[in-house]
Nanobody
Framework: QVQLVESGGGLAQAGGSLRLSCVASEGNISRAGIAWFRQIPGKERDLVAAMSWSGKGIAYQNSVKGRFTVSRDNAKNTAYLQMNSPKPEDTAVYYC?????????????????WGQGTQVTVSS
């Protein structure tokens, strides 16, 4: 029903920037809550940022507040994660997700649809 395709990951230097994109190539996410999660091998998948369907509800992991910004363009079926001043500890596989609940949620199980993941590696 919904297929999410991520792009924009890769190598970055500390203090630089990256922008991740998540396009719903199939289905429509204009009424879905969206989120970005990240995962380090051997560890849990943790919330980076979440946004309600309207864009009015937003939550961030404390470690990225002031550095990362989540946004969405419902007309384009696209979500974004702007990563400013990334740090080596931000290195992870980043996943976008969409949930029919429509609100802000930090729980992995609240999201039905997931992107394939994109590696972000930040060097010092």
């Amino acid at each position: 029903q919904v297929q999410l395709v991520e792009s924009g990951g890769g190598l970055a230097q500390a203090g630089g920037s990256l922008r991740l994109s998540c396009v719903a190539s199939e289905g429509n996410i204009s009424r879905a809550g969206i989120a970005w999660f990240r995962q380090i091998p051997g560890k849990e998948r943790d919330l980076v940022a979440a946004m309600s369907w309207s864009g009015k509800g937003i939550a961030y992991q404390n470690s990225v507040k002031g550095r990362f910004t989540v946004s969405r363009d419902n007309a384009k079926n696209t979500a974004y994660l702007q990563m400013n001043s990334p740090k080596p500890e931000d290195t992870a596989v980043y996943y976008c997700a969409a949930g029919s609940g429509g609100g802000v949620d930090a729980a992995v199980l609240s999201y039905e649809y997931w992107g394939q993941g994109t590696q972000v590696t930040v060097s010092s």
